[in-house]
């Protein structure tokens, strides 16, 4: 099984950007659509971003309104987030997920992910 380690978490203000980073080992990432989720204190685990094993397809969160962005390289075995225009409510624990069952159309629904980072901190102070 893939192992994914997340990082590039942290403290910023509002209205800032981070670019979290998720690289893989064990398996080569090609094998895998790939997505972010995050999770809040509090609330259920959220959809973010997903990317086709290729790079060609992406899939967002309505709510994230563009401030996201999500890319890979496969030769490098590793997956972005780049997020801009943060807010305070994009407060929270942010995993990157594999998923080796699609292909073409990534998945929003985590069920479909079978391995998990252990998650970075994102923290928006207002």
């Known amino acids: 099984q893939v192992q994914l380690v997340e990082s590039g978490g942290g403290l910023v203000q509002a209205g800032g950007s981070l670019r979290l980073s998720c690289a893989a080992s064990?398996?080569?990432?090609?094998?895998?659509?790939m997505g972010w989720f995050r999770q809040a204190p509090g609330l259920e685990r959220e959809f973010v971003a997903a990317i086709s094993r290729s790079g060609g397809s992406l899939a967002y969160a309505l709510s994230l309104e563009g401030r996201f962005t999500i890319s890979r390289d496969n030769a490098r075995n590793t997956v972005w987030l780049q997020m801009n225009s943060l807010k305070p409510e994009d407060t929270a624990v942010y995993f990157c997920a594999a998923d080796p069952a699609s292909w073409d159309s990534p998945s929003m629904r985590g069920t479909t992910y079978d391995a998990w980072g252990q998650g970075t901190q994102v923290t928006v102070s207002s």
């Open positions: 064990g398996r080569t990432l090609s094998n895998y659509a």
